[in-house]
């Protein structure tokens, strides 16, 4: 018991270290995201899916992009999860462009696709493909032909593909992970880039079609046969699409034992390509620093002069200290905003604490103090009944301000004519004013009428309105009777000049202050008994 214990903990152990070294081997290899930007049709779309296929297991083959995602929002999950390379496809009216950019400082090579056939229609040409599901499981052997031309861009090309993905020691490789192969051919000739993605099969060699069936447990038909010895000897049976393909270009010696029957270690196999797809055809169209917004260091197509490298140089560096100055600028700005912010929280800080002070010292619920001692209540009573009569444009009510003491009459002058006079009869001379009726108007100038008084009263006019006038009606200028409006309620709007006889508008208690606003709702709730008083008061001054 204790030695299988021992053993089951053992294994446990070594369980667990391997777990850990692979998890270390997959953080440790380069990853990317294939997407494509902008607008894209069915087949581009398709062919991003067909790319993230040849790059896994070290991709985001579920990766979802949306139409309001930046550049700058991949950038920014990059990190966190490992990611080295960006292959972003992009299509224009004219061409269809790949990009393939190196985290997190560049450089961006940027190609156009010439020509490009997805999964789909490589496999369907075929008579018979060879794909399956563990191919997926390791990354693919990267081939590269014809890269070691002197060129800068093209040595920059080879280390490139060579970074995408993680690098094979051959001393400790094991061969049965290697089931696909990535080509990629350079022309120089054509300056065009061959994209090739093909499934690797190795097969023994040295004995006959027949005996190899037998081994691939693809039991052949003997019917026909007398003896097995004619199946080992004789090439009988066998369909023609099998014939040998393999020659001194394919065959090797392998040093490790590979998964199929016959492939024995130190024995000869050969290899064999299955072509899977996709298949691309790239141009290499300029070299840039950066994430694709450096300096141009290779194109294709444009070659510049030394002053204009050293203009667009110039007006590089012109716009790199224009954006540190506007961040130096909004970096001193949050600053005072917030040495700002934290003035102000002292000082209201310390009027809090001053006012608990304050408080603590006194009775906190002490009244108010009301006006100064050397103040008297009738000089502000009547500067409370100056306001309210040049806001209302009416004499206040008794009550409304208890305080209140008669005005002192000021000498009278001489009245003199003024347009809105009335007269009883023409040419005849207008008296004096009414001495009550003067009382209760704003006095002007000297030299200058009286607003406000229109001529004499009639004295039949005024029996007559006087006679047929109730407690709760009031006169209009016109001498037309009506209700009496309710004190606070909204006066109509005059619409264009005040004629003759035409009352002022009121203004709203709303303009008044909060005093008046206190008394105004006071005066409205005291009800009928308010009016009635208020009626006999306004008929004993006129």
């Given amino acids: 018991m204790g030695r299988a214990g021992s053993k089951t903990k ?17 953080s440790a290899a380069p990853h990317c995201f294939v997407l494509h930007r ?15 296929r040849v790059m896994e297991p070290f991709t985001a083959s579920a990766l979802q992009v949306q139409k309001k995602n930046a550049l700058k929002d991949f950038v920014a999950v990059a990190g966190p999860l490992g990611v080295t390379h960006f292959l972003v496809f992009t299509k224009s ?16 090579l940027t190609f156009k696709v010439t020509q490009y056939s997805l999964i789909k229609d490589v496999v369907s040409s075929l008579k018979r493909h060879r794909m399956h599901e563990q191919q997926f499981t390791h990354h693919p052997l990267l081939v590269l032909n014809n890269f070691g031309l002197p060129q800068m861009h093209v040595k920059l090309m080879a280390t490139m593909f060579q970074n995408m993905f993680p690098s094979i020691n051959v001393h400790k ?4 992970a290697i089931k696909r192969c990535l080509l990629i051919s350079y022309n120089a000739d054509t300056q065009l880039l061959d994209f090739r993605h093909y499934s690797l099969k190795v097969v023994p060699v040295g004995v006959s079609k027949g005996l190899k069936k037998l081994l691939q447990e693809k039991f052949p038909n003997m019917s026909r046969l007398e003896d097995i010895s004619e199946l080992l000897v004789k090439d009988i049976n066998l369909s023609e699409s099998e014939a040998e393909q393999d020659g001194t270009h394919n ?4 040093p490790q034992a590979y998964a199929g029957r016959g492939n024995m270690k130190a024995q000869q196999s050969a290899v064999r390509l299955t072509e899977i797809g996709p298949r691309i055809t790239l141009q290499l169209v300029k070299v840039e620093e950066g994430l694709s917004q450096g300096n141009v260091l290779y194109h294709s197509f444009i070659h510049r002069t030394e002053e204009q490298l050293r203009a667009a140089l110039a007006r590089k560096e012109e716009k790199l200290q224009l954006k540190a100055e506007r961040r130096r600028r909004q970096e001193a700005d949050v600053q005072r905003k917030k040495e700002q912010r934290e003035a102000h929280r002292k000082q209201s800080l310390a009027g809090i604490q001053r006012k608990q002070r304050q408080g603590e ?8 103090p009301g006006l100064p001692e050397d103040q008297d209540p009738a000089d502000q009573s009547d500067d409370d009944v100056e306001y309210y009569r040049q806001a209302v444009g009416e004499e206040p009510d008794e009550d409304l301000f208890p305080h209140r003491t008669k005005r002192k009459h000021r000498p009278q002058r001489s009245p003199q004519p003024s347009k809105r006079l009335r007269t009883g009869q023409a040419g005849e001379q207008p008296a004096s004013p009414d001495p009550g009726r003067a009382k209760h108007r704003r006095a002007t100038g000297p030299g200058q009428p009286q607003r406000g008084w229109r001529g004499p009263r009639d004295p039949r006019r005024q029996r007559e309105r006087g006679s047929t006038q109730g407690p709760g009606q009031q006169k209009d200028a016109g001498g037309c009777k009506g209700p009496r409006k309710r004190r606070g309620a909204q006066s109509p709007k005059l619409k264009g000049p005040r004629q003759a006889g035409q009352p002022a508008a009121k203004r709203s208690p709303r303009v008044l202050g909060a005093k008046f606003k206190r008394l105004w709702r006071k005066q409205a709730a005291q009800g009928q008994g308010a009016r009635q008083r208020r009626s006999t008061t306004t008929k004993g001054r006129h």
Wanted: hydrophobic share 40%.
């Fill in 361 to 368: 010292d006194g009775d906190s619920d002490a009244e108010d």
């Fill in 10 to 26: 053992n294994q446990k152990r070594a369980r667990a270290a391997a777990q850990q070294r692979a998890q270390e081997r997959f």
């Fill in 251 to 254: 065959i090797l010696e392998l």
């Fill in 173 to 176: 490789v094991n061969l049965n």
């Fill in 93 to 108: 009216p004219s061409s269809v462009n790949f990009k393939l950019l190196r985290l997190p400082g560049g450089p961006t």
């Fill in 38 to 52: 902008g607008r894209a049709g069915r087949a581009l779309q398709q062919l991003v899916l067909d790319v993230r």
